[in-house]
């Protein structure tokens, strides 16, 4: 939706609350007038059902207003005397059009809730919880799961995270009618937890920081759009609003104005090998020969921690690693049955990597210039592949080739000015994660936020069946950044709560012995 759609939408949604309410603001003393000015109605609405006036601002919070408008249908009804189970179910189930057979064709006399003090507090209650839960989730912080192991080390899979959402700036919805606290599913059923339409414009909150280069960021992944999801990007498409397409982490290793390489593993960015964060540790896909006696599985999981999914068998003696740092690589060489350990860096050009280039692969790669708003690239036929997405798809622009020609919105151009600021995301795991080097850019309109604190870790090798050795104790109520070793601040929550907890039981002690 452009601006001005949304403008009409918004003046065709209060010409139905006028339509299907006027004769009762009537009713409640009002003046008919009143149900068709746009917000000053639904003051005066939030004053008919006896609500605070600061409902009205819930009102026009996208995702916040699908929980209120059911509670406002419901509310107008029992205004008027409609108190039954079945008027509630009819009120929701017609999606508020009930109130237009009550308006016409009912003789309804308005009758305030004021008495119904008990009924109040709780629905205000339960909805001020919901409607809290809601904001914090959307703008402030967001849960998060790890499904995968491209940041190994770093965030592990089954640590439980909490992402900022005001570190980089909170972005307002994009769909208007969605699920609440859920993202593009709804958990165990997997269906839909959303509409294609309306959306709605949206824009970003301001941010306390900018992302930097070896941020970890979750974001939406920019080319969910895509069936066929890896490489093909020709394939066919399958529409999503942005803000539900899948959640994402990776490390953003460049930023807008950088030129980013790969030679044999290594970032370089604006030819230098770009400095690590001192928790970060880079595995790479190695091959490993023995003298054909087998590991020990524990000295695999618990000496060396690596995830026995992404060990393979090739033969008797010969396995492939795709987990290891250079440290882990080095301790394995010192394993009497170990006779080799060599790293696959990867030479030959790979069909999958981004823009198709013959000659590029994970290992070795660019160099490649990752734009930023107000930017400017010249723009031919050897240039385009690098920016076509973007130009099409990111900034929604028509694109027409012919020949060495170029047109953007039917003009012929040899430039590109860039509307937003554009990120290279990757994981630690270099050989086994699906990341920029595969899809491209991440344009900073997918950024969801920045992963601050982990709240929970379960070990995947370990079943259920052994829950307390499941929980990795270590990692609990820790940071996601800071330098050095992660610290464990579960202790003093324990301790805080404890006093917490000693101190609400001497409260209530104190008040019964003085009641």
Request: charged content about 20%; aromatic content about 14%; overall charge positive.
């Amino acid at each position: 939706m452009t601006l001005i759609q949304w403008f009409i939408f918004f003046l065709v949604i209060q010409i139905v609350h006028y339509v299907g309410t006027w004769k009762l603001y009537e009713k409640a003393g009002r003046k008919s007038w009143e149900a068709a000015i746009p917000v000053y109605n639904a003051i005066v609405l939030m004053k008919i059902i006896d609500r605070p006036r600061w409902w009205t601002v819930l009102l026009f919070i996208p995702i916040v207003n699908l929980i209120m408008f059911p509670v406002i249908w419901v509310e107008i009804l029992r205004s008027f005397g409609k108190k039954s189970t079945a008027d509630t179910i009819l009120g929701v189930v017609t999606l508020g059009l009930y109130i237009y057979y009550i308006n016409y064709t009912q003789d309804v006399t308005y009758i305030p809730n004021k008495n119904e003090v008990k009924t109040d507090n709780t629905l205000s209650s339960l909805l001020f919880a919901v409607v809290v839960a809601t904001l914090v989730h959307t703008y402030v912080m967001q849960p998060y799961t790890i499904p995968s192991s491209s940041l190994e080390k770093s965030l592990l899979i089954g640590d439980f995270l909490f992402v900022s959402k005001f570190h980089y700036g909170a972005r307002t919805p994009q769909t208007a009618v969605s699920l609440p606290m859920v993202h593009d599913s709804i958990p165990f059923f997997g269906t839909k937890s959303y509409l294609n339409w309306p959306q709605i414009p949206t824009f970003r909150l301001p941010g306390i920081q900018k992302i930097e280069r070896n941020d970890i960021v979750v974001f939406n992944w920019p080319v969910d759009t895509v069936k066929t999801m890896f490489g093909d990007h020709s394939g066919e498409y399958t529409y999503k609003p942005v803000d539900k397409k899948t959640n994402y982490v990776k490390r953003c290793v460049g930023i807008p104005g950088d030129s980013l390489s790969i030679k044999d593993g290594v970032v370089m960015i604006n030819n230098k090998p770009l400095a690590l964060h001192d928790r970060q540790k880079l595995q790479f896909s190695y091959d490993v020969v023995t003298d054909g006696n087998r590991f020990d599985y524990n000295y695999l999981i618990h000496d060396l921690k690596l995830n026995p999914n992404e060990i393979g068998a090739i033969s008797d003696n010969q396995f492939i690693f795709q987990c290891l740092t250079d440290e882990t690589a080095n301790r394995l060489r010192n394993n009497p049955i170990v006779k080799s350990v060599t790293k696959k860096l990867t030479k030959e050009g790979e069909a999958d990597i981004f823009t198709g280039h013959q000659n590029w692969n994970r290992d070795n790669f660019g160099p490649i210039y990752i734009p930023g708003k107000g930017q400017t690239v010249a723009l031919n036929t050897q240039s385009l592949p690098y920016y076509k997405q973007i130009i099409t798809e990111y900034e929604n622009n028509d694109l027409h080739v012919t020949g060495d020609e170029i047109r953007i919105n039917g003009k012929v151009v040899n430039s590109y000015t860039f509307q937003q600021d554009y990120y290279w995301m990757m994981g630690d795991n270099r050989h086994n994660s699906q990341d920029s080097r595969y899809w491209g850019y991440v344009p900073f309109e997918n950024v969801v936020g920045k992963p601050v604190f982990i709240w929970m870790s379960l070990d995947q090798n370990v079943p259920w069946a052994k829950a307390i050795d499941k929980i990795r104790w270590e990692r609990l109520f820790t940071t996601v950044g800071g330098s050095g070793e992660p610290v464990s601040y579960f202790k003093y929550f324990v301790i805080v709560l404890a006093a917490w907890f000693g101190y609400d039981f001497y409260r209530k002690r104190k008040a019964k012995r003085n009641s």
